[in-house]
């Protein structure tokens, strides 16, 4: 893999891996939502969870060889203390103590705090986003920012602020009427291989120079990579900028050109099929889009859901033949497809991201099952990859995204004849969610149809309930929509994606979407039911927004008797 392929990778610093079977021994008023630097075992041992069968786990033992201990004891819940959540209505009563004032404080706290360990803003004195951000009006985070306590900074800024908006904003105005003929040329005129080739090639001229004149001093860290210190440069100025939905949507559907097929896994493709002593190979069409297996461009008129989704829309009848249509792709390794699947579903904050920009990482996924090259049956041990399209917010609501991922994934069984066990969901983000949202409403199908059998002497509902597959994966999971707080609000200072432009541009939409916070809390599925889902495994990192929510989704899953295998990593 090239240097920039490999930026976030070789920024990992996988020492704090944790994998959860049982923290019950903990304070059961704790939460897993805290920061600390520091790890140590806890009291309990994980058992491997394979989220195909095979018997592996989603994480290397030397990857994941510590628990952040601390973590679990970091949050104790009072009540009466500061409790300002007696005016909402939650559907589970428990919930409350996720929302008092004083817990929201203790997470920002702890953010804060962390924050102050780190290396922000490049390196430079001050943070630049109290000139530019449309809401920053409060001298005091420019205060934060600085090391110094002159009390002219006020002075400073009030002065400052008016001249640089009105650039960034001349800037901003410039852009908009010159990006959509740009990025219609770069993304339909020049060809993805030219493109990939531009792309590294820029890189290459970069790193060097980047290297000598500026070294490790901008990341997080000095400990991570020089080519993560590199990266942070580059992605840091994006957050002085306003980010539109235009823009998300273009960035995201660019993914696809940091993964050229020539650069990552470092090994041939198990294309080569044996059967005796014969190789047989089939020509693909992976070229033209580039990857290396075969490219299936899904388009599927489904004669019926089956599975119950959505907050607003419960039937299962209501749609129209157009969204009873799986779209979507499905990438083939090998002349036979694989038994074992991955279903993958792509993140945006549910603003942003597309099936054909995730197409390189979703196929490396799938590269990456591999084990020993293949076995004597013609098995190369990769998995195919689905990527299923779902409807986007603002234009629709989140309940078409559950609704587009829930049918795409009865295509798989009752269409292609998947077999559920040999079906992995894999999550990016807001796809992570979307992850929990579909198991929770599988669950919650298949409970229903039990308690119906325990009512009626009719058919069987539960026989036509749609099976469980093998697992999620959840990769930086998106999956609490209530209001930001902790790290969630903290980590936009230094998060390379979610950064303040995003967060102030994407956050207003949760509650334009789904409404008042009691809405939002049901919609998000780390505040839902954890009954009866299958084994889960979460990846995330230390430092990026989500932290909070992912090890509060963690907490909650195995308080509730699912196995959860959990990574993470600092710094990214």
């Not at 786990?57 to 970091?74: I, K, P, Q, R, W």
């Not at 490790?216 to 580059?234: I, K, N, P, Q």
Request: aromatic share 8%; with cysteine; glycine share 8%.
């Amino acid at each position: 893999m090239t240097a920039a392929a490999n930026a976030t990778d070789a920024a990992a610093i996988p020492d704090d891996g944790v994998k959860l079977s049982s923290l019950s021994s903990r304070d059961e008023k704790s939460i897993i939502e805290g920061r600390s630097n520091s790890a140590a075992p806890t009291s309990s041992t994980a058992s491997s969870t394979d989220m195909s069968g095979s018997g592996s786990s989603c994480m290397d033992d030397d990857e994941a060889n510590d628990v952040d201990a601390d973590a679990a004891d970091n949050y104790d819940f009072n009540e009466g203390d500061g409790d300002n959540t007696s005016q909402y209505h939650y559907h589970d009563n428990t919930l409350r103590q996720y929302f008092t004032e004083s817990h929201t404080r203790q997470m920002d706290k702890l953010a804060q705090d962390e924050n102050k360990k780190l290396n922000l803003n490049l390196g430079l004195p001050i943070d630049l986003t109290v000139y530019t951000r449309r809401e920053s009006g409060d001298t005091s985070e420019v205060a934060a920012a600085s090391p110094t306590t002159n009390t002219s900074i006020g002075v400073t800024t009030r002065v400052l602020r008016p001249p640089i908006q009105f650039i960034i904003n001349l800037l901003d105005r410039i852009l908009s009427y010159i990006e959509s003929p740009l990025f219609q040329l770069w993304d339909n005129c020049i060809p993805l291989y030219i493109r990939q080739k531009l792309t590294f090639i820029a890189w290459g001229i970069y790193l060097p120079l980047h290297k000598l004149f500026i070294g490790r001093r901008s990341g997080l860290h000095r400990d991570v990579s020089l080519e993560y210190h590199a990266l942070t440069s580059v992605l840091w100025w994006g957050r002085l900028f306003p980010v539109t939905i235009k823009r998300m949507r273009f960035s995201l559907s660019q993914l696809h050109v940091w993964h050229p097929p020539d650069r990552y896994p470092q090994w041939t493709m198990a294309e080569k099929y044996r059967n005796g002593n014969v190789a047989v190979k089939k020509s693909t069409n992976g070229k033209r889009f580039g990857i290396r297996g075969h490219l299936h461009e899904i388009f599927h008129l489904m004669k019926m859901k089956r599975t119950p989704t959505g907050i607003r829309r419960d039937a299962v009848q209501e749609a129209s033949s157009e969204e009873m249509t799986v779209t979507g792709l499905f990438i083939q390794h090998s002349p036979q497809p694989s038994k074992k699947v991955i279903f993958w579903i792509y993140g945006g904050a549910f603003l942003a991201g597309d099936s054909r920009g995730n197409l390189g990482i979703a196929e490396k996924m799938g590269m990456l099952c591999a084990t020993n090259g293949g076995n004597d049956e013609g098995d190369s041990g990769m998995r195919d990859v689905f990527i299923p399209d779902y409807r986007l917010v603002p234009e629709h609501h989140l309940d078409d995204a559950m609704h587009d991922v829930t049918l795409a994934y009865e295509y798989l069984i009752y269409e292609r004849n998947i077999q559920p066990e040999d079906i992995t969901l894999v999550g990016v983000s807001s796809g992570g969610g979307l992850v929990v949202l579909l198991l929770q409403a599988l669950a919650k199908a298949r409970q229903q149809a039990d308690e119906t059998k325990k009512t009626s002497t009719g058919d069987d509902n539960s026989m036509r309930c749609v099976p469980m597959p093998a697992g999620g994966v959840m990769i930086g999971p998106f999956v609490d929509y209530s209001e930001p707080k902790g790290t969630m609000k903290e980590f936009i200072k230094h998060d390379l994606i979610v950064n303040q432009s995003v967060y102030d541009e994407g956050i207003p939409f949760l509650e334009k979407v789904l409404g008042s916070h009691e809405n939002r809390v049901k919609a998000s599925p780390v505040y839902g039911s954890f009954d009866g889902l299958p084994p889960l495994c979460i990846c995330v990192s230390k430092h990026e927004v989500v932290y909070d929510q992912a090890m509060l989704l963690a907490k909650r899953a195995e308080e509730q008797g699912v196995d959860v295998t959990v990574g993470i990593w600092k710094y990214m």
